[in-house]
């Protein structure tokens, strides 16, 4: 077994590593500290397992290579903004095209059509509106079916995440709702209007609903964000037919899951969400999302409105909808994210799930594989959890913070709040044995530090 002490001696060892190598973005985090706090523009910048943050010059395809000249195998792709590769060439003509002819005049523009258009044709939903990030887009989800219900509570599942929305930061403890640890600046006691359940309990999920209260359930199809757990065979389904039955809407928040095919997880497994939403790589990196609707919600979001009466919804925001957001979008469903694209991320996919299993039984490791189309989770334990309490006890934040130093000092980028991976049209077979030997490395060093 693996002891605390031998693990911070591993980690004490790659991080010097890590500093030796990386003289350029140490110096360079020195200087932006003194006028970005905490040194990053975004302080989630520094959540990664480094001693400090890598300062990236570029990104080409599936690699990215850093101030200091290291090379990386991008298997986090911006934690999924960069699916599709980086420096995706008609992305970048599109967005200076437009850039040259203005990037926003609040006025939509005929490629607005186009791409509402493509987005139904795609997804499904008939009707369609923008936001600048999948933050947005749920919350103007969840302020519209509030509306439409005339419901005020709204249903997430343990250990989501849908970005900044305040709703969803509540979780389980000991089976009893409480809103997440570390909260800044929360005034409001969320559990008042936020219920939660267990991922993959049908019977907490009825219960959850019979109230009569709740306006929508929000969900991924599959969590992604406390590690990846896969749905129960029939889970969603049920999940349609209780929310139906309780006069509930569905939400499903398809910005991770958008790995799955060309039309996210609900497209392949013929899932009817009342509310689809999708943000980070729709329009490959510049910030945009989309939700679309069916027309009977439609309907009954412009009876809604005319029950309200005029004013401020409180829905939207300026640069929503924009035109270089628009073009970029335009050139993602157009030109890059075809089924050739998807072929090429799910063959990639599939390959690595079989390396890293042969290799786990190669080494008889206490570890597991998922996968949700391109997206692909290493979970240090036996098998996959069914919900989130289960994948809690898996995590192991010392273990976890070696496994991603590790990498990084081996070339290889993982996203780094856990040990999830994804695979790009770009992401060529030698990445992959490259990403698999070096998780082989991690655990023969291990196996040392046992010994």
């Known amino acids: 077994m693996t002891t605390a002490s031998s693990l911070s001696h591993l980690i004490e060892a790659e991080a010097q590593r890590f500093t030796t190598e990386h003289p350029r ?56 903004p960069a699916m599709f590769g980086h420096g995706e060439p008609a992305v970048a003509r599109a967005i200076a095209d437009q850039a040259l002819r203005g990037a926003g005049f609040m ?43 005339q419901r005020p509570v709204i249903l997430v599942f343990d250990g989501c995440y849908h970005g900044m929305v305040d709703d969803a930061f509540v979780v389980l403890d000991g089976g009893v709702a409480v809103m997440k640890p570390g909260l800044v600046g929360q005034v409001h006691d ?49 999940l349609r037919a ?59 979001m412009d009876a809604a409105a005319a029950r309200i009466g005029p004013g401020q919804s409180g ?7 924009n035109a270089l957001a628009l073009a970029a979008m335009r050139a993602m469903l157009s030109e890059v994210m075809t089924n050739a694209a998807y072929d090429r991320m799910l063959t990639g996919a599939q390959k690595l799930v079989e390396d890293l299993r042969g290799m786990i039984a190669v ?6 594989v998922v996968q949700v189309g391109a997206r692909v989770e290493l979970i240090l ?18 273990l976890l913070s070696a496994l991603h130093l ?16 994804l695979v790009s049209p770009m992401t060529e077979d030698a990445a992959i044995d490259r990403l698999v030997a070096a998780v082989d490395g991690f655990a023969g060093a291990l196996e040392g530090l046992e010994a």
Not at 381 to 398: H, I, Q, S, V
Not at 406 to 421: C, D, E, K, Q, S
């Open 190 to 238: 969320l559990t008042a209007t936020t219920r939660v359940a267990p991922f993959n309990d049908l019977a907490a999920l009825q219960a959850a609903l019979a109230p009569g209260d709740v306006a929508a359930v929000l969900a991924e199809p599959v969590m992604t964000n406390c590690g990846m757990i896969l749905p129960d065979p029939g889970f969603h389904d049920a």
């Open 363 to 368: 080494r008889a490791l206490p570890w597991s």
């Open 406 to 421: 590790w990498l990084i000092n081996r070339g290889v980028l993982i996203a780094p709040f856990h040990t999830m991976m």
């Open 107 to 149: 006025l939509p523009t005929a490629t607005a059509v186009i791409v509402g258009r493509l987005l139904a044709e795609r997804f499904g939903l008939p009707l369609w509106q923008a936001a600048t990030t999948a933050s947005d887009a749920n919350r103007a989800a969840i302020r519209w079916a509030r509306a439409v219900t």
């Open 25 to 80: 973005s140490a110096a360079m985090v020195c200087s932006a500290a003194e006028v970005w706090r905490g040194g990053t523009p975004m302080h989630w910048m520094g959540d990664w397992a480094s001693p400090s943050p890598i300062f990236a010059a570029q990104g080409v395809g599936a690699q990215i290579t850093d101030v200091d000249g290291k090379l990386y195998d991008d298997f986090c792709l911006a934690d999924t």
């Open 315 to 321: 829905i939207g925001t300026t640069l929503s909808g």
């Open 242 to 300: 209780l929310t139906q039955a309780a006069g509930t809407l569905l939400i499903l928040d398809e910005t991770h899951t958008l790995s799955t095919g060309p039309g996210g997880y609900s497209r392949a497994h013929g899932l009817e969400p009342d509310i689809f939403v999708v943000g980070k790589a729709i329009a490959g990196g510049v910030p945009a999302a989309v939700w679309g609707v069916t027309a009977a919600l439609s309907d009954r």
């Open 381 to 398: 334990a036996e098998r996959p959890p069914k919900n989130a309490a289960e994948m809690r006890e898996t995590l192991d934040d010392a």
